[in-house]
């Protein structure tokens, strides 16, 4: 699109890449665009936003206790987010993290269950042997779940969107029959919630986290270098531009929607054993168990943010992962409304996300030089045409 102002041409172009830099500055930006429109909120209700975003700062990034609920929070976000990148990279959309989540909890907590975790809190079962079948029982519970949407896909070219949405309400109903009501995983109070793991099945913790948060580091590292440097990576990103060419060069799209789904799936079910059997004061199914489903999403946004990164994607959850958890704190510290919070973290995604959509284009100005006029040589004369 293009204005002419005067002798100068105003162009909006569309910039075939963007730099990481150029993503950075957009995101800063958003996030400052963002606390100016909610501090306006919090004026409304009397609240200053300076000592507002003062006691968000303080609890979620500087307190003993707000820092590891930020680190695990953004945790749980950045292997949702993996769990987006991996199939975005090929062209598919997973909107099926949080049905893949409660896959991979029931799985690990399926694991447990059989070794005797529901008698009692000092059950002595080993702990050695149940936290590692645990860990891979999420991974393959996730992963198996994930995989259905893929099949569908590149079987029979079922819409992944529609089957990992309805796949997420399959599996929130299961849940729910597993933990209340009877279902096996009932805690032992009937409380409407799970079990709590014994205490020989809980994940030990180093400097005061889990050991899944750097695992999940490690993983970021790890999945950096497979989509970028390995063949498969390289026939993810060739079908995710092209699936035609794609299928032309001889990739195997039915494997290939399988495999990534698959792969995506996985990561989604060890977010749902980190967060529902390693985080410390969780350790079983709660009754909220829902809200952490549709927490999943944030890690959608942080893979659009992290333009599908997932090292980029580390700040951006712990963005998030704070926010979320220093919100909350200061919603009932300051005594504001419920929902606030939600506010908050809403105007900053979708802030965030226009930002980065509107830093592929740029401004370029062009002045325009106007014609000479010919000027006639000393003597020359114009010969009019006698029908003039």
Excluded at 133 to 162: D, F, H, S, T, W
Excluded at 164 to 171: I, Q, Y
Excluded at 262 to 268: H, K, P, S
Aim: a positive charge; one cysteine or more; glycine letters at 10%.
């Amino acid at each position: 699109m293009k204005v002419n102002v005067g002798n100068t041409t105003i162009r909006i172009e569309r910039r075939s890449t963007l730099r990481w830099w150029q993503s950075a500055v957009a995101s800063v930006l958003a996030v400052v665009v963002s606390l100016v429109l909610v501090g306006f909120a919090f004026l409304h209700v009397g609240a200053s936003p300076v000592a507002v975003y003062r006691e968000i700062i303080q609890y979620a990034f500087l307190s003993q206790y707000g820092l590891p609920q930020t680190i695990n929070r953004a945790v749980f976000i950045l292997l949702c987010a993996y769990a987006f990148i991996v199939p975005i990279r090929a062209g598919l959309w997973n909107i099926g993290m949080p049905g893949q989540v409660y896959a991979g909890m029931l799985a690990a907590f399926s694991v447990a269950y059989a070794f005797g975790a529901k008698t009692s809190v000092n059950a002595p079962i080993p702990g050695a042997i149940v936290i590692p079948l645990m860990v891979l029982g999420a991974m393959a519970g996730g992963a198996l779940y994930g995989a259905i949407p893929g099949l569908l896909r590149g079987k029979l070219q079922v819409n992944e969107i529609v089957t990992t949405m309805m796949l997420n309400s399959v599996m929130l109903w299961l849940v729910a029959h597993m933990i209340r009501e009877g279902g096996p995983f009932m805690g032992r109070t009937a409380e409407g919630e799970g079990f709590s793991l014994p205490l020989a099945a809980r994940m030990p913790q180093l400097w005061n986290l889990p050991l899944t948060v750097y695992a999940t580091l490690i993983l970021a590292v790890f999945l950096s270098i497979v989509l970028a440097k390995t063949t498969i990576g390289y026939q993810i990103r060739a079908f995710g531009a092209s699936p035609a060419a794609a299928r032309y060069a001889g990739i195997r799209e039915g494997f290939l929607c399988t495999f990534v789904f698959l792969l995506g799936g996985l990561f989604a079910g060890f977010a749902g054993y980190h967060y529902f059997a390693a985080v410390p004061g969780v350790y079983k199914i709660p009754k909220s168990y829902n809200d952490f489903g549709d927490f999943s999403f944030y890690g959608l946004i942080t893979g659009l943010i992290a333009q599908n990164n997932p090292i980029a994607a580390i700040p951006v959850a712990l963005l998030f992962g704070g926010v979320a958890s220093g919100a909350r704190f200061m919603q009932g510290k300051l005594r504001l409304a419920f929902g606030i919070d939600y506010a908050l973290l809403g105007v900053l995604m979708l802030v965030i996300v226009a930002f980065q959509a509107l830093a592929y284009y740029r401004l370029a100005l062009e002045r325009r030089v106007p014609a000479a006029v010919p000027q006639r040589e000393i003597g020359e004369s114009r010969v009019e045409s006698p029908h003039h």
